[in-house]
């Protein structure tokens, strides 16, 4: 037998093993879950929902916060048109127009197709699993998309997003450690593919 045949066999039957010895193990900590929650469900829904992670206490107070983020997310020179080098070569102009028709079915399932499906949920609490699972959805979708199109009109919910602020705990309590994540619509997301 060829050293890469017998090499791919070998591997084979090692992902066999490891697959079996996951599955093994995930049964037994179902099974010990399932009996935790059987004798006594508060203190296991306790267990499941405290929060393992300390998240400490800011040094520092609300106003001093709001001054720093105003000063970090703002740009003074937002008006300011930028020139290129003169060594930079310049794309070429687009050989086809820009299509400004509305997404039509295919074009929202190939949107949502390619998003992660353990991205984090919306405003509205929904991942992209129902979008990619449900047709209903995706055609009440498309019928909004034709509505906005039409109306030229833009939902006001589709421009929001909560920012969670969170912070390296690891490094220190300082400002420069903290980093922020923006939750917004799923449908907004692939609106425009």
């Known amino acids: 037998m060829h050293i890469s045949k017998q090499w791919t066999s070998y591997l084979r039957q090692h992902n066999k093993v490891r697959k079996a010895l996951e599955k ?23 267990k499941l929902f405290q929060n393992k992670k300390a998240s400490g206490t800011p040094e520092f107070s609300a106003s001093t916060a709001q001054q720093y983020f105003e000063k970090t997310y703002t740009d003074s020179n937002r008006d300011y048109e930028y020139s290129p080098l003169p060594e930079m070569i310049r794309p070429t102009l687009p050989e086809s127009l820009f299509s400004i028709d509305c997404p039509n079915l295919g074009d929202i399932k190939q949107s949502i197709r390619k998003k992660r499906n353990k991205a984090a949920a919306g405003l509205n609490a929904l991942t992209y699993v129902p979008y990619k699972k449900c047709t209903a959805i995706l055609k009440f979708l498309l019928q909004l998309f034709r509505k906005i199109w039409k109306t030229k009109d833009i939902p006001v919910d589709w421009a929001c997003a909560y920012i969670v602020y969170y912070q390296n ?23 425009f593919p």
């Open 24 to 46: 093994k193990k995930h049964q037994k900590e179902k099974m010990l879950s399932e009996k935790a929650f059987k004798n006594d469900p508060n203190k296991f829904a306790e």
């Open 169 to 191: 705990l690891k490094i220190s309590q300082k400002f420069p450690n903290f980093g922020l994540l923006q939750l917004l619509l799923q449908s907004a997301k692939f609106s």
